[in-house]
């Protein structure tokens, strides 16, 4: 079966660090995303891309980036951690803007 | 920023009896959709419904839209424990295509 999955599932780093999070998805889908998971802030769209090669800022990118090499997968980047991106990060696919979109588990990272 | 504002913010009810949850937006949309979350999982899609349809059933789930007052309904009837979770709804934007959620109800159903 087609999946979408995320790793690591927990990671706890320091400020100031370079953190790479994975997201691999078997859907054949043109279109990812990145949304990060706050209280209070519900699901918020930090990059995207609608195929490879393309990428493209959401509403809260700063101190995020991606590259999209290959169909399957979108690494996010925090370029130097920070204590207000503690989050939980959710990668999702979809094959284009009018379909549903399907969502990894999640990766709960912690910056200390 | 926001699109999508569900209410109420909670709910708690017993097993058997429904659960209605509703779902207002500000801009023209294209489709509207309706996600779960399951403690510590990530969302699943439940159902999407077209600007141009007004009810849309799926199982136990019903979902309605009423554009003319940009806002949707989600009914779940003879509710499980197992249906408690999060569920959001999330509001595909007309002019640049994208996927915007609301912040979400947590849903608690009593065995």
């Known amino acids: 079966d087609a999946e979408i999955t995320q790793s690591p599932r927990h990671k706890i780093t320091e400020t100031g660090r370079q953190v790479t999070l994975a997201c691999h998805q078997t859907?054949?889908?043109?279109?990812m995303f990145w949304y990060r998971q706050d209280l209070g802030h519900g699901l918020r769209l930090i990059h995207y891309?609608?195929?490879?090669?393309?990428?493209n800022k959401g509403e809260v990118s700063d101190g995020y980036s991606v590259s999209r090499s290959n169909t399957e997968d979108l690494p996010l980047t925090l370029e130097s951690a920070a204590s207000s991106q503690t989050s939980v990060y959710f990668c999702?696919?979809?094959?284009?803007?009018?379909?549903?979109?399907?969502f990894g588990d999640g990766t709960r990272l912690s910056i200390l | 920023s926001q699109q999508g504002e569900e209410d109420p913010q909670a709910l708690s009810i017993q097993e058997g009896e429904n659960a209605t949850m509703n779902c207002s937006y500000k801009?023209?949309?294209?489709?509207l959709q309706w996600y779960r979350q399951n403690s510590g999982r990530g969302l699943v899609h439940l159902i999407l419904?077209?600007?141009?349809?007004r009810e849309k059933h799926s199982g136990r789930l019903r979902v309605t839209l009423d554009t003319s007052k940009k806002s949707s309904s989600l009914l779940i009837t003879a509710s499980r424990a197992a249906d408690t979770a999060s569920y959001f709804c999330?509001?595909?934007?007309?002019?640049?295509?994208?996927?915007?959620f609301g912040k979400g109800i947590t849903l608690s159903v009593r065995p």
């Open positions: 801009t023209s949309i294209n489709n």
């Open positions: 891309s609608y195929g490879v090669q393309d990428t």
């Open positions: 859907w054949n889908h043109n279109n």
């Open positions: 999702a696919s979809s094959y284009n803007s009018n379909q549903p979109q399907h």
């Open positions: 999330a509001t595909l934007d007309g002019a640049n295509s994208k996927l915007t």
């Open positions: 419904i077209r600007s141009n349809e």
